[in-house]
């Protein structure tokens, strides 16, 4: 099988966490890393013993000898440096989540697929076993018809940046995506969570209620009541 052979742009925490992974890994290797900051592209480059760098990802994404990029920026440079990827030729996998907004993502997509590229979603859990397993089940009927599901982040109270790891880019609204269902920043809704969940609660019970409607449309309602640890 062909090496691939990736170019990564962003090399703060969780870019040098994938060039970690990758040492280990067969088939690929790093051949580039891109990042506006200079003293963090350094220090890549001297642990990793990456020589190609780039101060201007343009630059990167020109070069032949880049097969595919990994991206791994703040959420909303996501769509336009994947965009720009995909349209130099390059495959793409890009960390979680897709994109600051919903529109961001279905351009993404829609470029992969006009590109003709593979893009890719960095989301490990999908690969957990407990993930297969539970798919194993559905698929082999176990669970009856399936019509409600329900997932929680495993990070509820452990915000970027405000509970103390991540950079301050996630607090900004520049860099940071929106929510679905209000534009507020990341900071606005950390504020409105620690709110509802105070500290010295340390775990919730939950009730979820789903309304089956004969016309299809399905109702789902789900209440969180917070228990003294
Ligand atoms: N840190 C985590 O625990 C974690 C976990 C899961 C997912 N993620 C995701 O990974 C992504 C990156 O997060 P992070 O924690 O590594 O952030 P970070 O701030 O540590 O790193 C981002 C890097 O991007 C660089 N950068 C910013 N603008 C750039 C540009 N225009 N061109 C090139 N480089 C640029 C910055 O200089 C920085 O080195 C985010 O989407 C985040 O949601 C992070």
């Not at 961001?104 to 297969?132: W, Y």
């Not at 399936?146 to 915000?159: D, L, N, Y």
């Not at 620690?194 to 209620?209: A, N, T």
Request: with cysteine.
């Amino acid at each position: 099988m062909k090496e691939v052979r990736i170019g990564m742009i962003g090399v703060g925490q969780i870019g040098k966490i994938h060039l970690n992974e990758y040492k280990d890994m067969e088939g690929v290797k790093v051949v580039a890393i891109a990042d506006v900051d200079p003293v963090a592209l350094k220090e890549a480059s001297d642990y990793f013993g990456i020589e190609q760098t780039y101060s201007d990802f343009r630059e990167m994404l020109a070069a032949d000898d880049v097969d595919a990029v990994d991206i791994c920026l703040h959420n909303n440079l996501h769509m336009p440096f994947t965009v720009a990827a995909l349209e130099a030729g390059k495959d793409v996998f890009c960390e979680k989540p897709m994109a600051g907004a919903y529109v961001d993502a279905v351009k993404m997509f829609e470029t992969a697929k006009t590109c003709g590229r593979m893009l890719s979603i960095q989301l490990g859990t999908l690969f957990d076993k407990e993930t297969k397993v539970a798919k194993h089940l559905i698929d082999a009927g176990h669970l009856g018809k399936v019509f409600h599901a329900r997932s929680t982040g495993f990070r509820r109270r452990g915000r970027p940046f405000v509970d103390g790891y991540g950079t301050e880019q996630f607090v900004q609204k520049s860099c940071f995506g929106r929510w679905v269902v209000n534009d507020s920043s990341h900071r606005s809704q950390s504020r409105v969570n620690s709110k509802l969940i105070p500290r010295r609660f340390m775990c919730e019970r939950m009730l979820s209620v789903v309304v089956w409607c004969p016309a299809s449309a399905i109702s789902s309602c789900t209440t969180l009541a917070p228990c003294v640890g």
